[in-house]
């Protein structure tokens, strides 16, 4: 009944199960479970403590989970569990066919080296090393992320954070990734700033066809990047659905008073 | 085209529960039957809360039915989408289930143009085409050029409400949801609108549709239907 025909569903992208986090004896997340598909925004809402950013961390393979797994479609080896791959691969995997944008942009570049160095060491990581190309192809992205191409040599700290932001951008996509992790991606700019990365943000990502997971406790910020969302509370996922139906229908208690409670302008 | 109906309601009901207001439920319809054939125009009647707009956001998957299946057709087969996943809700949304809402949401910084082309572009139009119809139908929905270039956020209540209209003609959707889409449009406009609701009838769209104004009403019905003989008890 619901199968759209004369499509073969894709095989998932990722697909994480029964995820689980102990700080000692304080929960993280609890049995966490969904699928990814490819070109798929999956948007991750809830209050700051809500477990929001270690799930984030423990699917992007950058702390281990206390239970379940991640398994996502590798090039290399197909669907596997990133914490069953040894530590090289995982890592391998992680710079070929991943991209992470963290909220603040010092987490995410190199302060010490220029802006276009920044944009094209994902390249050099990944085996490049014509010089002229890789510049050519930091000049494009750049410009793809509006920068002032003539800027590639300025260091990261002249840029605002707002250009320092779609630096990071760039540096994430500069390889193809085929899956994106943005944790708060506009958390620190202002207002005009934000819907400007925002904007940008969506056509790179419509454009390129990523599956992105983009951790957000601004409702609207996660009505505009994406398809679906999970509200999470206290480590558990207490709702999941198309974002349009969560944000406007809101079914559990928790997601009711979150959407109730952002201001109007 | 198909005989099947485009639509198929069947034993919907409509609850909302705000577990912040004291656990208050608020019924709106239950065991509401509804099928809409291709070319017909369905008007929803009743006065203000009876429960239209809620009927139709259920259709489109915006809202969750409590229970029941809103079944549409789409590429050969009906999809049930109060229980199909979100992708492909999206994907029946894309390409077969349009929407003219009563406001536009607006994204920040995207000029009008490019909004009423977004759906052809979706949909693998190339971008000289789509810009070619989307320009057509601004055209003729009388919205000045000086605007196509802007971001609609600051337009008017009626210039809004007609780059929506564009958004959701400049496709043939085989099923579109009308709620109010003439409702802060003057006299003139609202003609051309009834015009393109029309022709998207003869060419075999199926409807639902939300209008207060009587003559647009008459215009493009084919039948009404009261929402209210679904009345839940409270």
């Known amino acids: 009944m619901n199968a759209i025909p004369g499509r073969i569903a894709p095989a998932p992208l990722l697909s994480v199960e029964g995820l689980t986090k102990w700080y000692g004896h304080v929960l993280g997340c609890r049995?966490?479970?969904?699928?990814?598909?490819?070109?798929?925004?999956?948007?991750?809402?809830?209050e700051s403590g809500s477990g929001k950013t270690t799930l984030l961390n423990c699917i992007s393979g950058k702390l281990t989970?206390?239970?379940?797994?991640?398994?996502?479609?590798t090039r290399r080896f197909g669907l596997t569990d990133i914490y069953g791959l040894s530590e090289p691969d995982r890592r391998r995997m992680q710079r070929e066919e991943w991209g992470f944008?963290?909220?603040?942009?010092?987490?995410?570049?190199?302060?010490?080296?220029?802006?276009g160095a920044n944009v094209a060491e994902p390249l050099m990581n990944l085996g490049a090393r014509h010089y002229g190309q890789m510049r050519q192809s930091t000049i494009d992205w750049l410009d793809r992320v509006?920068?002032?191409?003539?800027?590639?040599?300025?260091?990261?700290?002249?840029?605002?954070g707002g250009m320092q932001q779609r630096i990071q951008v760039a540096r994430n996509l500069i390889h193809g990734p085929r899956l994106?992790?943005?944790?708060?991606?506009?958390?620190?700019?202002d207002v005009s700033v934000q819907a400007r990365l925002l904007d940008l943000l969506r056509e790179l990502v419509r454009d390129l066809g990523l599956a992105v997971i983009i951790v957000t406790h601004d409702m609207a910020v996660a009505r505009l990047m994406a398809d679906r969302l999970m509200v999470m509370k206290g480590g558990e996922v207490v709702e999941t659905g198309l974002t349009d139906q969560v944000l406007d229908d809101p079914q559990h208690p928790y997601t009711q008073l979150l959407v109730s409670s952002v201001l109007q302008i | 085209m198909t005989d099947k109906p485009l639509i198929i309601v069947e034993d919907l009901a409509k609850t909302f529960v705000l577990h912040n207001a004291e656990q208050a439920t608020i019924p709106v319809f239950q065991d509401l039957t509804l099928q809409v054939a291709a070319g017909e125009c369905v008007v929803l009647a009743g006065e203000s809360?009876?429960?239209?707009?809620?009927?139709?956001?259920?259709?489109?998957?915006?809202y969750l039915p409590t229970v029941g299946s809103v079944k549409v057709w789409h590429d050969g087969t009906y999809v049930d989408i109060t229980q199909a996943s979100p992708h492909e809700v999206l994907e029946v949304r894309r390409r077969t289930l349009g929407y003219v809402s009563q406001f536009l949401r607006v994204i920040p910084r995207v000029p009008t143009l490019q909004l009423v082309m977004e759906p052809l572009l979706e949909n693998g139009v190339s971008f000289e085409e789509s810009k070619e119809r989307a320009s057509e139908l601004l055209s003729a929905l009388r919205l000045p050029q000086a605007h196509w270039d802007l971001p609609p956020a600051t337009f008017s209540g009626g210039e809004q409400q007609r780059v929506n209209i564009a958004r959701s003609f400049i496709r043939k959707y085989p099923v579109l949801l009308l709620d109010e889409?003439?409702?802060?449009l003057d006299a003139e406009n609202r003609a051309i609108v009834v015009r393109l609701i029309q022709e998207a009838l003869a060419e075999g769209a199926a409807m639902i549709g939300i209008f207060h104004d009587l003559d647009v009403r008459d215009a493009v019905a084919s039948r009404l239907f009261e929402?209210?003989?679904f009345k839940a008890a409270a």
């Open chain 1, 31 to 46: 049995d966490v479970a969904f699928d990814l598909r490819p070109g798929e925004v999956l948007g991750i809402v809830g």
């Open chain 1, 146 to 160: 509006e920068l002032d191409t003539r800027r590639i040599d300025d260091k990261p700290r002249n840029f605002s």
């Open chain 2, 227 to 229: 929402v209210a003989q």
């Open chain 2, 181 to 184: 889409p003439t409702a802060s």
């Open chain 1, 180 to 189: 994106v992790f943005m944790d708060e991606p506009t958390g620190g700019l």
């Open chain 2, 49 to 62: 809360g009876v429960g239209k707009s809620t009927l139709m956001r259920s259709i489109f998957g915006n």
């Open chain 1, 65 to 73: 989970p206390t239970a379940g797994e991640v398994r996502f479609d």
């Open chain 1, 101 to 115: 944008v963290h909220q603040n942009p010092r987490d995410g570049l190199r302060m010490r080296v220029s802006g």
